[in-house]
């Protein structure tokens, strides 16, 4: 196209790009600002006076996996989604396991002699180069997940999501033994953990206030991620627009 025509789809799309970029500089800003008042909340060791400490196991119950033979897999619905360590990088399953690639029902259940996990429970890859990652998400429904996979039921004395977002502080590579040919975090180890147990209502504050920023740097709906999208959509649609031409004559 003529040179002045070039220079005005430059500027339309370089506005886009500049928004584009600014609405990441400001997630990369709310991030920061979430992980520190999250750190800051959960630091507990300053005022110990107000909290009591257990061990997980006396606050949780620490269930392992369950084989999951490739008979069994491939079925996409039925009772309970049954989760790799793969599943958590769904889209969408950010914080909470909302999808799954693999599902059984109460019969198969039965047969690999899975106990599906409560909703509310968090889990976590505990072996392999994947526990590096420190991935940790929660159970939306009752779900099986295999033997890659550890979740921590939580008890009364725990709101399920306090204890996910403690676990956040918690570097499972600390944890895992890797004294075998790969790292792996064994039940007993786990259960071993000490963590702080506020009241109820102490945990409830914590969870109210750290919900708030972890909607607006994770959530893919209504979030800066989900601005952010929309933007990039946004860009795309007017980019293939104003650069779609028809041959002069």
């Known amino acids: 196209p003529p040179i002045e025509i ?3 789809i ?3 799309l370089d506005s886009f790009t500049k928004l584009e970029a600014e609405l990441e ?3 990369e800003a709310r991030r920061i600002q979430y992980h520190h008042y999250r750190s800051a909340m959960l630091d507990f060791n300053a005022q110990p006076d ?16 369950w084989g999951f033979p490739a008979a069994y897999q491939g079925q996409t619905d039925g009772e309970y989604p049954f989760y790799k360590v793969s599943d958590m990088n769904l889209s ?10 693999n599902f059984i029902d109460h019969d198969a259940a039965k047969k690999l002699g899975a106990k599906p996990a409560p909703a509310g429970t968090v889990i976590f890859p505990k072996i ?5 990652t420190n991935k940790k998400r929660i159970l939306s429904i009752p779900s099986a997940y295999d033997n890659n996979v550890m979740g921590l039921v939580p008890g009364n004395r725990m709101i399920s999501r306090f204890l996910y977002f403690w676990m956040q502080t ?3 590579s600390e944890i895992a033994n890797d004294s075998g040919a790969v790292p ?3 039940k007993t180890e786990m259960e071993r953990v000490r963590i702080p147990v506020p009241s109820l209502d102490d945990q409830a504050r914590i969870v109210e206030l750290l919900d708030k920023f972890d909607m607006l740097v994770n959530d893919l709906s209504d979030g800066l991620p989900a601005e952010i999208k929309a933007r990039h959509q946004q860009y795309e649609y007017y980019r293939d627009q104003l650069l779609t031409f028809k041959q002069a004559a």
């Open 6 to 8: 070039q220079q005005k």
């Open 10 to 12: 430059v500027a339309i």
């Open 25 to 27: 500089a400001e997630l």
């Open 50 to 65: 107000k909290v009591t400490w257990a061990t997980i196991g006396e606050v949780c119950e620490v269930r392992s996996g």
């Open 92 to 101: 969408g399953n950010e914080v909470v396991m909302s999808s799954a690639n």
């Open 128 to 132: 392999g180069a994947a526990v590096a």
């Open 170 to 172: 918690v570097n499972l």
């Open 184 to 186: 792996s975090i064994r």
